[in-house]
């Protein structure tokens, strides 16, 4: 059970930023939030993870809500290679390492 | 640049024979795992290795799939026997595990197809 929820699809023009969503209701105090995505045919890659604050690296944003009940992924300027599935996962506490992956969100992206 | 790597890249076998997978992690990583993809399951947790011992293999059919670590170089997945349902693109995926830090490479994936 991955325990998040996210739209199974959104699309968004070339060059627009791209606000994909996610809730995570059910996340404990020490669960991080790790954004992963998966181009056609190839492996997930990591985008990002965060647990309180919000997060910023060279590929996206990621704002945490304040209740940790929710998170957004935040492509600020979309580009047709960012075409992929997103997933928003829970990463459980502690040392693990463990994922699991849910349906995620498909993004399109229109030139 | 560093990357996980996995061999075959595909594979093609009839049902009932055996089927072995690697996958060489990324040098120094001590966390190996193991996933399955298919469009009905999605992306399914098989089994991880840390420092070469198993941690969990709940995920995966016991009875026919066997995961191991001879090396740190080295993790293997093997079928036998494998059988149509068993088609799908497995992954394999290493990282430096630690407290909030879950991130993991993946590997290209095998595409396998049981006929």
């Known amino acids: 059970d991955a325990k998040t929820t996210q739209p199974n699809s959104m699309e968004s023009n070339e060059e627009e930023p791209v606000h994909l969503p996610c809730n995570h209701s059910?996340?404990?105090?020490?669960?991080?939030i790790h954004w992963y995505r998966q181009l056609p045919s190839q492996g997930p890659e990591y985008v990002i993870h965060?647990?309180?604050s919000n997060v910023n690296n060279r590929m996206a944003s990621l704002a945490i809500a304040e209740d940790r009940k929710s998170s957004t992924l935040i492509l600020h300027r979309a580009t047709l290679r960012d075409a992929a599935v997103y997933y928003c996962?829970?990463?459980?506490?502690?040392?693990?390492?463990?994922?699991?992956f849910g349906k995620g969100t498909k993004l399109s992206v229109k030139p | 640049d560093a990357r996980v790597t996995q061999t075959p890249r595909h594979k093609v076998t009839e049902m009932g024979q055996e089927v072995t997978m690697r996958c060489q992690p990324i040098?120094?990583?001590?966390?190996v795992f193991w996933y399955r993809q298919t469009m009905m399951q999605g992306l399914e947790l098989l089994a991880y290795?840390?420092?070469?011992?198993?941690?969990?293999d709940s995920g995966m059919p016991k009875d026919r799939f066997s995961a191991e670590m001879p090396d740190a170089t080295l993790a293997t997945l093997k079928i036998q026997p494998s059988e149509p349902r068993d088609s799908a693109v497995y992954f394999c995926a290493s990282g430096l595990v630690r407290l909030g830090n879950n991130e993991q490479f993946f590997g290209p994936g095998t595409r396998l197809t049981v006929l």
């Open positions: 290795f840390r420092n070469r011992a198993p941690l969990d």
């Open positions: 996962i829970r990463g459980y506490g502690g040392s693990q390492g463990n994922l699991i």
């Open positions: 040098l120094g990583h001590n966390t």
């Open positions: 965060g647990l309180t």
């Open positions: 059910t996340i404990s105090g020490t669960d991080y």
